[in-house]
């Protein structure tokens, strides 16, 4: 295979005893890489080439992996991994709700990496990666609308609740599967598309958030149920 045709992986990390190493093991691995130490020559490197995935990490001096992310994300459709210290919980959560498709804690194996970019990968090669809203509609449930054109959620007043795009992708797989019940591995593929394993509490947390915004009472939930065992549903007629 012509080392053009090889996926092109661009790893951001201002550590260079972590990126070159890492570089060097990946393009053992099949990838075609280019690494580079912060986030305005990432910007640059997205500018001049076709890249297949970026490899982040967090944190970084001047503009940090997180803003990156969000830039991405509002720009592309370019799947991104988030590398991230054990104590970046917190983090972790705001990438994904911004879209990232997976994250990888410090310190990690070069392999580990290697096998979640592949997955990621083959998830976007077979059409599934990610979930996309229709780009016009509204569904209407409780009292709100949820308007899809315009990514908003609006209560009966007609007052708009701000959503993440996390929340607002929890919320649209809800609402186009009334009173079915999702498991947090079926959420997981539905708003991010990515290997569910690692992130059932990524669901938790946006449930959690969603309830604060559209439930009466957060804490005895009547829209967003909690099926013990199970999963969630939005017990409520679209």
């Known amino acids: 295979m012509a080392s053009s045709d090889l996926p092109h992986l661009l790893l951001v990390d201002d550590e260079r005893s972590i990126r070159e190493p890492l570089a060097q093991y990946l393009t053992k691995q099949g990838f075609r890489v280019t690494q580079v130490g912060d986030a305005e020559a990432a910007r ?99 009292g709100w609308v949820l308007k899809t054109g315009e990514r908003s959620l609006v209560d009966r007043e007609g007052v708009a609740v701000p959503l993440s795009t996390g929340e607002y992708n929890l919320l649209h797989a809800l609402v186009t599967r009334p009173r079915q019940v999702l498991t947090r591995d079926q959420l997981l593929d539905l708003t991010q598309g990515r290997e569910a394993a690692a992130f059932d509490r990524a669901i938790d947390n946006q449930v959690s958030r969603l309830r604060k915004k559209v439930e009466v009472d957060p804490k005895a939930p009547q829209l967003i149920k909690t099926v013990w065992g199970g999963g969630y549903t939005l017990a409520a007629e679209v």
């Open 44 to 142: 640059a490197r997205l500018n001049a080439y076709a890249i297949d995935l970026v490899v982040l990490d967090i944190m970084m001096p001047g503009e940090d992996g997180l803003s990156l992310c969000r830039h991405i994300r509002a720009n592309s459709e370019t799947p991104v991994i988030l590398l991230t210290a054990r104590t970046e919980e917190t983090d972790r959560i705001v990438g994904l709700e911004m879209g990232a498709d997976d994250y990888v804690v410090k310190p990690f194996s070069p392999r580990e990496l290697a096998a979640r970019i592949k997955v990621v990968l083959r998830r976007l090669a077979a059409g599934g990666t990610r979930q996309h809203a229709p780009e016009s509609g509204s569904f209407a449930f409780a």
